[in-house]
């Protein structure tokens, strides 16, 4: 039904930058996208969502360093992500919702990415 097509992740120094993209092909309406990140141990974290209508929410300790952006046309979201820190590092899951109307969306998740932020 939904095809998710994730890069972006890496390995970077504390200060550093990286940017994800999740791109996805499905015959449905998307509506939010966004990611949650999974550390070692820890609980999956909403990072950051976009809707349609591109209203944006982010996570507390990542505003004003990462920006979602999405290109609905090609159903492509972008995480930005700038002066990242240690503690940023976990799997990053990119998610979609989709369906037929905005009253019954179902999610969709990839496979993940990890994002490694050490010296």
């Known amino acids: 039904q939904v095809e998710l097509v994730e890069s972006g992740g890496g390995l970077v120094q504390p200060g550093g930058s990286l940017r994800l993209s999740c791109a996805a092909s499905?015959?449905?309406?998307?509506?939010?996208m966004g990611w949650y990140r999974q550390a070692p141990g820890k609980q999956r974290d909403l990072v950051a969502t976009i809707t349609r209508t591109i209203s944006t929410n982010y996570l507390d300790s990542v505003k004003g360093r990462f920006t979602i952006s999405r290109d609905s046309a090609k159903n492509t979201a972008y995480l930005q992500m700038n002066k990242l820190k240690p503690e940023d590092t976990a799997v990053y899951y990119c998610y979609v919702g989709f369906g037929t109307n905005p009253t019954f969306v179902k999610n969709y998740w990839g496979q993940g990415t990890q994002v490694t932020v050490s010296s």
């Open positions: 499905t015959t449905f309406a998307i509506y939010d």
